[in-house]
């Protein structure tokens, strides 16, 4: 049976070409675009989930609290992992570690700037990366030692055995290859090159070293031996801070890795969502989009009812039962939806690489994975199943007598359920419309806002190297300055576009002492307000002229309203315990959020602090001129380091990656939504036209105009997309209102993007039907009316 009904399904689709085009072409754009929405959200779901043990590992967070607010970080003192490790039960491993920074890395003339982390061996059997070469169980024991990823190890020694080498850090310590693992994997929170020893990082740097419950400067993680006791893990770390301090506010929350990058937004000591609302998103569209599809596919088989109807007719009259008509109709449906998802193979393979290019991620499909192929199968069932449904349950019940006398299909309830599903395409596609509109609107928006500085020809150049020290970095900004290069250089203590750096140890005149307020700490040196095209609201800023500013600070406007000074000027605050006055108060400007009010700010005169030297371009030559001049004087005065500098403003657009990656897929997939919806509208263009065939015919027999048969049968369709955008109007407030409301600054709501929807909504289907209308417009009146 089954083989009879497959080969009429195959007579039916091959006779009918062009329906079957239609269809194929619909389910094929829904599959392939809701197969890559999951990819992504796949991609995005999977991450830090490769490790043996992920769903026992977790990542400690620091609450610190104040009386207005709580604020959250990963970062925790040194002595955090050996305390949890000793002295908190249900603790398996723990871990300190530094966050990945871009450290120099060498071997001979091979030298590459790549990030590193300073460790301990915990790390790596909480994260058990795959070692290809060496002993997990000694590793990272030996403080002049050294781990490298596969692709560094092949970079620095080709295909020559690395273990036991020698490479240098920096150009001054000398460490032994004693592993290479693989490479990271892309979704992996965690980005690294190289592991070095946690005592090496004590070496270099001695201040780490002493225990020290009040500097918050490193990642711990922490497995347990067993889930069962997380409650209990987790009310002992709580308060582990009041061990040392009984003063202190401070709670531990353990925050699971795999929630790490998806959960990384905090409120008030709790995770409150983050990248996760975003894959939220993109999983309701691709099921939407594919949900459209199936919709095309119900409304082009109706349409064609009428041509079936007699088929159903005599196959009823000689003994064929209703369930069979509708296994028959399944199987065909079935059978388009697996040829659509050959063709959405194709799709997805010519698509993948560009969306990667684009997105800057690694989407592939895994033709070895189960899972891949039992989504796979179930997807196309599903739509198969659910595009058939309608169109079999609604063909199978014609009754066979009236049919063949020529009963009309066209009934009410068949039309009316077919106009309800053109609206909920449409009100879809209105919806993504606006949407998009507005988050377009809202990026232009945070992008165009002052951001307090004038990006534009600033170039940040690392200091490493010979560039360290006061007489070192004068040098560079004679000979960048003498080059014409440059025409404004300063020095600060992080990249602009950084967060870091912050204390609530600062106290003033008036100060509330139970109040604890949050500040930024900068290094800067003389001209910086000049360097980076800001202002000094009043005084002055660190000039050469001052030779005594080694007690003076530079506060911001934020500061002076947090401290609520009316004559800041002359002003003594305390910060870490030594007395300090301000001298100028410089213009509020964005270094991290460029969705949130600069935070209070105190900038001192430390040269020891510096970490970036920043350079104004000469605005006389051209860009390129000045950036080789510049790269110049760098390989001259630090010849054995890599150039890398960069331009202020391209490290300012990845602040608006996220919001930019939402604007790109919503506008991707919300036009294959809207085209997908185009063919459901020409699906029932088609029908109303073969219902309507002979009344157009009469018209124009009694004169009317083809811009009045275009116009008769377009403004049914016209009030069936403005029904769908008045439906849409709200949702799509509602949806649109709810994002905009987590920024602190926000585009708000205009009439612009519900202008653009309707205005396109409208275009879109006046042009769709019109296709199908001005044939019927155009054709003979004889043909309709000759049987008459």
């Known amino acids: ?68 607010q709580t604020f959250s970080w990963a970062w925790t003192p040194n002595a955090m992992a050996d305390e949890v490790r000793s002295k908190i039960s249900g603790v398996l491993y723990a871990s300190h570690s530094t966050y990945p920074d871009e450290q120099l890395i060498s071997n001979g003339e091979k030298n590459f700037k790549k990030k590193a982390i300073y460790t301990d061996p915990s790390f790596l059997k909480i994260l058990d990366y795959k070692f290809i070469k060496g002993n997990p169980k000694t590793v990272l024991t030996n403080v002049n030692s050294v781990i490298l990823t596969r692709t560094l190890a092949k970079n620095l020694f080709g295909d020559e055995d690395p273990i036991n080498k020698t490479v240098k850090l920096n150009n001054t310590e000398a460490l032994k290859v004693e592993a290479v693992i ?27 070293k002493p225990i020290n419950w009040g500097n918050n400067m490193c990642l711990t993680l922490v497995q347990l031996q067993n889930n069962t006791l997380f409650n209990k893990t987790s009310n002992e770390i709580r308060h582990i801070y009041r061990r040392h301090f009984k003063e202190a506010t401070n709670v531990v929350l353990l925050h699971p890795l795999s929630k790490w990058h998806l959960y990384d937004n905090f409120e008030n000591g709790k995770s409150v969502g983050g990248k996760i609302d975003q894959l939220r998103i993109f999983l309701i569209l691709a099921f939407c989009i594919l949900l459209i599809a199936c919709v095309n596919f119900m409304n082009l088989s109706t349409a064609r009812s009428e041509k079936r109807a007699k088929e159903v007719g005599v196959r009823k009259s000689i003994g064929s039962s209703r369930g069979a008509l509708i296994r028959q109709f399944m199987v065909e449906s079935i059978l388009i939806s697996l040829i659509a998802m050959l063709f959405a193979f194709t799709l997805m393979e010519l698509s993948l690489p560009y969306f990667n290019a684009l997105l800057n ?71 993504l419309i606006i949407c998009t509109s507005v988050i377009y609107q809202q990026l232009n928006f945070i992008k165009s806002k002052p951001i307090g500085y004038t990006k534009a020809g600033l170039v940040e150049i690392p200091i490493q190297g010979n560039l360290k020290g006061k007489e070192k970095l004068a040098l560079l900004k004679e000979r960048l300055i003498k080059a014409g290069a440059v025409t404004q250089v300063t020095y600060f203590s992080r990249s602009i576009n950084e967060g870091g750096n912050n204390t609530f140890s600062v106290s003033w005149p008036g100060k509330n002492p139970n109040e604890d307020v949050l500040f930024n700490n900068r290094d800067a040196g003389y001209d910086f307000a000049k360097t980076l095209g800001s202002e000094m609201i009043a005084g002055r800023e660190f000039s050469v ?26 002003s003594t605050i305390d910060i870490f315990g030594i007395k300090c006055t301000i001298i100028g108060v410089m213009k509020d400007f964005v270094m991290e959020s460029p969705y949130k009010n600069a935070g209070p700010m105190f900038i001192t ?26 790269d110049e004087v760098i390989k001259e005065l630090n010849p054995n380091f890599p150039v890398d500098r960069k331009f202020a403003d391209d490290n300012f657009e990845q602040k608006f990656q996220s919001e930019r990656l939402l604007g790109i897929l919503s506008n991707w997939f919300g036009g294959f939504a809207i085209f997908i919806s185009c063919l459901g509208l020409l699906g029932l263009a088609l029908f109303i036209a073969e219902q309507r065939k002979k009344e157009v015919s009469i018209r124009k027999v009694l004169g009317a105009s083809t811009l009045n048969i275009l116009t008769l049968l377009n403004k049914d369709f016209l009030k069936l997309v403005a029904i769908a955008n008045l439906i849409a109007f709200p949702l799509a407030y509602i949806i649109t209102n709810r994002w905009l409301s987590t920024f602190e600054f926000n585009v708000g709501i ?39």
């Open 361 to 431: 991620l690694e989407l592939v499909i895994h033709y070895q994975d189960w899972m891949f192929w039992a989504v796979l199968t179930s997807l196309t069932l599903i739509t198969g199943f659910i595009a058939g449904s309608y169109p079999a349950f609604y063909l199978s019940s014609f009754e066979p007598v009236k049919v063949l006398k020529g009963f009309s299909t066209a009934g009410s309830s068949s039309l009316s359920v077919r106009k309800i599903l053109v609206v909920f395409q449409f009100v879809f596609a209105a919806c």
């Open 1 to 68: 049976m089954f083989k009879l009904d497959l080969k009429i399904a195959l007579r039916s689709l091959w006779k009918n070409k062009g329906y079957t085009l239609i269809n194929v072409g619909g389910l094929a754009i829904g599959l392939a675009s809701c197969m890559i929405l999951l990819l992504y959200v796949s991609y995005e779901w999977s991450f830090d989930r490769q490790f043996t043990n992920f769903d026992k590992t977790y990542v400690v967070y620091n609450n610190a609290k104040t009386n207005t």
């Open 750 to 788: 205009t009439v612009l993007p519900f202008a653009i929807a309707i205005g396109l909504s409208l275009l879109i289907a006046i042009l769709t039907v019109s296709v199908q209308s001005i044939k019927v417009a155009k054709a003979t009146p004889v043909d309709a009316l000759k049987c008459e």
């Open 182 to 208: 693989e490479d990271v994997p892309k979704n992996s929170s965690i980005q690294f090159d190289y592991l070095m020893p946690w005592s090496l990082f004590n070496q270099l740097k001695p201040s780490t």
């Open 545 to 570: 002229q001052y030779h005594d500013d080694s007690t003076k600070v530079v506060v911001n406007q934020a500061a002076v309203k947090v401290m609520g000074l009316k004559h800041p000027i002359g």
């Open 605 to 630: 005169n430390q040269t020891e602090g510096a970490s970036y030297v920043i350079a104004r371009l000469n605005p006389a030559q051209n860009v390129s001129t000045s950036i080789n001049q510049i």
